[in-house]
């Protein structure tokens, strides 16, 4: 994806796992609200549909209950987005943000707000309508281009961290996966007579400690390469104490 170019700054957008590059991540979704559509001009739907395929992202016309949805690295971000602010009619946009926060974990409401007086409207009603800090994120802007483009941002923002939550998940349960293994390995080698081969493949073919401790000498045999005398020595090991008692000198 091409780099967003804005002339103004913001402390979250211009962290630099915002800033969208091709490199950096894949094509998303937009899904815009047919209603919303239809009540716009449509030269800035040209602008959304351009400022979109610019960076690779694919929009769908949808009937949704948010103006926007975007899919991003396997996330769901969903906006409403205000262009005109009309100060004498608010309650219906802080009602259907109340409903819509419920419905969506990410949720973010962008508002234009062009002058000093509807920003000190958007101030009060906020406070009016006892809106809980962050839930929904409200962004207001100066014009819908710039609000678009904060939208667009957010999203993509919101998909770069989930990118890294899941592969720092990931690599946490490689992590976990390799140390279980270096213990199952530590454990059964700990069998006098047992090497790494034999722990390996005792792995492979039960898996665990406890499943080696109830397994027959002969389902050891049938399920494994290892000798008769390693069978018997892994079963007289877990199940009889004379033996695993005694002191062993490697």
């Known amino acids: 994806m091409a780099n967003f170019k804005s002339g103004y700054a913001d402390p979250v957008l211009e962290n630099p796992c915002s800033k ?22 449509p030269s ?27 899919n991003c690295g ?3 971000v969903a906006f409403i987005f205000v262009t005109k602010w009309d100060c004498g009619n608010v309650e219906t946009i802080f009602s259907r943000a109340k409903k819509l926060k419920a419905q969506f974990a990410h949720l973010y409401v962008t508002l234009n707000l062009p002058t000093r007086d ?5 101030l009060c009603s906020y406070f009016k309508y006892e809106m809980q800090l962050g839930r929904p994120t409200f962004v207001p802007v100066q014009d819908i281009e710039m609000g678009f483009e904060k939208i667009v941002k957010i999203a993509h923002s919101c998909g770069v961290s989930k990118q ?12 976990q996966s390799v140390q279980e293994l ?18 390996n493949a005792l792995n492979q073919a039960i ?24 069978a018997e020595t892994i079963v007289r090991f877990f199940r009889d104490s004379k033996f695993y008692l005694c002191p062993k000198i490697n």
């Open 20 to 41: 969208v590059t091709k490199s950096s991540v894949s094509a998303g979704v937009c899904m815009m609200n047919t209603t919303w559509r239809d009540q716009q001009h």
């Open 74 to 76: 396997g996330l769901s």
């Open 118 to 122: 509807q920003n000190d409207s958007f």
């Open 182 to 199: 270096e213990n199952f390995i530590r454990v059964v080698t700990s069998i006098p007579g047992i090497d790494n081969h034999d722990a």
């Open 207 to 230: 898996g665990s400690i406890e499943g080696i401790a109830k397994a027959s000498k002969e389902y050891i045999l049938e399920t494994t390469d290892l000798s008769a005398n390693k």
């Open 44 to 70: 800035f739907i040209n602008f959304i549909s351009s400022f979109l395929a610019a960076n690779s992202f694919r929009l769908n016309f949808v009937p949704i209950s948010p103006d926007f949805i975007f």
């Open 164 to 175: 890294q939550e899941v592969k720092s998940k990931l690599k946490a349960e490689r992590n």
